[in-house]
């Protein structure tokens, strides 16, 4: 069995159970406390009891701690996946955008994410799906705009001839015939 390895001599039980008073991130709290026992000579099978955790994350823990002090014990978040595109490959791409597609060249009057895609594909040989495409894109500050379909022949005249709009007089006496009383409109 190997020998466990030893925690930092700066520190002592004590000291790490008053800076489990005042730390306000409760996993910390936990480690803080479970090493303390370990500075007051507990094994460290009771460290693990206290933080309801194994011996092998008590030993990262002790790890962690040697590294970084109370600081280290506090939940990193994971660095996740590197992204796919570079600042320069991002700015080319802002430029494509900004530009704006020509239509005898680029075949499209206005730019999908299926042609950015297919473009970042051409001049990078990085394959992106058109979600990750959209999400790059919302990193840049660009927002997905669509204009609102309208029929090529409507006129502002035509729509308001078409309107039925019914005298106010007129209804109020049809109302008032059909059903004995008189209908009263907000003005």
């Given at each position: 069995?190997?020998?466990?390895?030893?925690?930092?001599?700066?520190?002592?039980?004590?000291t790490l159970r008053r800076?489990?008073?005042?730390?306000?991130?409760?996993?910390?709290?936990?480690?803080?406390l479970a090493l303390a026992v370990v500075y007051d000579g507990g094994r460290r099978s009771a460290a693990?009891?206290?933080?309801?955790?194994t011996l092998q994350i008590?030993?990262?823990?002790?790890?962690?701690?040697?590294?970084?002090?109370?600081?280290g014990l506090i939940d990193r978040k994971a660095p996740g996946r590197a992204p796919k595109l570079d600042?320069?490959?991002?700015?080319a791409l802002a430029d494509r955008?900004?530009?704006?597609?020509?239509?005898?060249?680029?075949g499209v009057v206005r730019w999908r994410l299926k042609d950015l895609a297919q473009w970042i594909f051409e001049e990078f040989?990085?394959?992106?799906?058109?979600?990750?495409?959209?999400?790059?894109?919302?990193?840049l500050g660009y927002a997905r705009l669509s204009a609102r379909p309208r029929h090529y022949a409507q006129s502002g005249p035509a729509?308001?001839?078409?309107?039925?709009?019914?005298?106010?007089?007129?209804?109020?006496r049809l109302h008032q015939a059909l059903f004995g009383r008189a209908q009263t409109y907000p003005a």
């Open positions: 069995m190997a020998a466990p390895i030893l925690l930092r001599d700066d520190f002592d039980g004590p800076l489990a008073t005042v730390c306000t991130d409760a996993n910390q709290t936990r480690r803080l693990a009891e206290l933080g309801g955790v008590v030993r990262d823990w002790v790890l962690r701690f040697n590294a970084d002090g109370p600081d600042a320069k490959q991002r700015q955008v900004e530009r704006g597609p020509i239509p005898a060249v680029d040989s990085i394959s992106l799906d058109e979600t990750t495409v959209s999400r790059e894109l919302k990193s729509m308001e001839a078409f309107k039925n709009v019914w005298p106010a007089p007129l209804a109020s």
